[in-house]
């Protein structure tokens, strides 16, 4: 079965820096899905940024990009520029080609301090 | 396009009772998950639903129940309620591929007392 670490429980960054949130996956599959949700303190998660393992380039949107090492089995979150409304819990989730379901790590709650 | 809805928001019951949360996903959704969210074991998958089928399965015990109806609403019940119980209960859904992100609901926070 999959599992998906954060090192990580809480992190701050200030305002306007650059903060990168570690994620972890164990999996002996060679092709899979990787997403980053973020759920604010009113609770409805939304995705941040998704990578297709397949793809050697990382993921961007907008602020957000991710730092995917294939080999080291690492998928990072990296938020440039952040803002207060940045702050929430950070999940990072792996979805098998195999199965339908996701496998959510245990988050990261994020603080941005102005 | 209206999101994933879910009704209650907050329920309060009683050790032994039996409880049904219910989750309308977003339209053209066929695909809806359920989720529970503890602080101490995080987000743990409860199952899936696919054209009225479970699709996949979490390890919950049997006490833990879902349905989906032909319009892919899906109801989640839970039986003999255990104080264990106590969770904040994420339904999701998405479209159908694996490249689909799960749209979250804002979830049923269940106290058991």
């Known amino acids: 079965a999959q599992t998906v670490t954060q090192s990580q429980p809480e992190m701050s960054v200030q305002e306007a820096e650059t903060v990168t949130l570690s994620c972890t996956y164990d999996?002996?599959?060679?092709?899979?899905?990787l997403f980053w949700y973020k759920q604010p303190p009113s609770r409805q998660m939304i995705l941040v940024i998704r990578?297709?393992?397949?793809?050697?380039q990382n993921a961007t949107e907008n602020r957000f990009s991710v730092n995917f090492q294939k080999a080291a089995k690492s998928f990072s979150l990296k938020i440039s520029d952040s803002q207060l409304g940045d702050a929430a819990m950070y999940f990072c989730a792996y979805r098998s080609p195999y199965g339908q379901n996701f496998v959510f790590g245990p988050g990261t709650r994020l603080s941005v301090l102005p | 396009k209206a999101g994933v809805t879910q009704t209650p928001r907050y329920l309060i019951k009683t050790r032994g009772q039996q409880v049904t949360l219910s989750c309308s996903p977003i339209?053209?959704?066929?695909?809806v998950s359920w989720y529970q969210q503890t602080p101490g074991q995080g987000l743990q998958f409860l199952f899936e639903y696919f054209s009225e089928t479970q699709r996949n399965k979490g390890n919950f015990p049997g006490r833990f129940s879902g349905r989906q109806f032909s319009n892919s609403r899906s109801e989640m019940n839970v039986s003999t309620l255990e104080l264990g119980d106590s969770a904040l209960y994420l339904c999701?859904?998405?479209?159908?591929?694996?490249?689909?992100?799960?749209?979250f609901g804002p979830g049923t926070r269940l106290t058991v007392t």
């Open positions: 339209s053209g959704h066929r695909s």
């Open positions: 990578q297709e393992a397949y793809k050697q």
């Open positions: 999996t002996s599959e060679s092709d899979y899905y």
């Open positions: 999701a859904s998405s479209l159908e591929g694996l490249i689909y992100e799960q749209y």
